[in-house]
C-alpha cells in the first residue's frame, strides 16, 4: 500500500450515505448519486469545467496513457464509480503514479470490472467552494473558502465568503464577519 494515500481525513458524503443506508436509504441513495449526474449537469447548463475522460475501469488500466493524455495535466482527479452498490472513491491532486497506488488501496483486483473511472484535469486550489441554483430568482447560494470545499462539505470549516441572491436579482457578498443582507 501506498503511503502517500494514506492520510486523515474528514468523514465525506460517501460515509455519510453509507451510514444512512441503515437509518433511511432513500435518503441515502439521494446523497450516494452517482457523480457522473452532476457532470451532465454541469455540462447541460454550458458551466466551465475541466477536461475529463471517462471509461471501464479495466479498459483504462489496459491502455492509461491514451486517458492521462486526453486530459492533459500533470496531476489528476479520478473518480472510481461503481456500476452497481455501494464503494465509490475519489482523490484529487494524484500524479499518474498515485492514480495506480489509489485504485491498488482501493478496490480489489477481482472488482476492477464492476467500475467505471473518470480522470479529470487537477490544478492547485486557490478558492473551493459550491453553488446552488434553485428555479427562483432568489435561490441563488454559494459558500467559498481558500483552498479546497471538502472541510465545509463535511462540517469541519466554516465558508469564508457567502454569497446569496435577493429577490430583486442583486447580489449580497459577505466574508465570516459580516451578515448578508
Do not use: C
Request: charged share 30%; hydrophobic share 35%.
Amino acid at each position: 500500500m501506498s503511503e502517500v494515500l494514506k492520510k486523515k481525513r474528514s468523514p465525506d458524503i460517501n460515509d455519510w450515505a453509507r451510514t444512512l443506508y441503515f437509518y433511511n436509504p432513500g435518503l441515502a441513495r439521494i446523497l450516494d448519486e452517482d457523480k457522473r449526474v452532476g457532470i451532465k449537469t454541469v455540462e447541460e447548463l454550458g458551466l466551465p469545467q475541466y477536461k475529463k475522460t471517462e471509461a471501464e475501469l479495466v479498459d483504462f488500466l489496459e491502455n492509461p496513457e491514451q486517458y492521462f493524455d486526453t486530459v492533459g495535466s500533470r496531476k489528476f482527479y479520478i473518480n472510481l464509480i461503481p456500476k452497481w452498490g455501494t464503494g465509490r472513491f475519489g482523490e484529487y491532486n494524484l500524479s499518474r503514479e498515485e492514480v495506480f497506488s489509489h485504485i491498488e488501496n482501493k478496490i480489489k483486483t477481482a472488482d476492477f470490472s464492476r467500475y467505471i473511472i473518470i480522470v479529470q484535469q487537477y490544478f492547485k486550489n486557490i478558492f473551493g467552494g459550491s453553488i446552488v441554483v434553485g428555479q427562483e430568482i432568489d435561490q441563488v447560494e454559494a459558500e467559498f473558502r481558500h483552498k479546497t470545499m471538502s472541510g465545509i462539505a463535511s462540517g469541519f470549516k466554516t465558508p469564508e465568503i457567502i454569497i446569496k441572491r435577493n429577490e430583486y436579482g442583486e447580489f449580497r457578498f459577505a466574508n465570516l464577519s459580516d451578515q448578508i443582507s
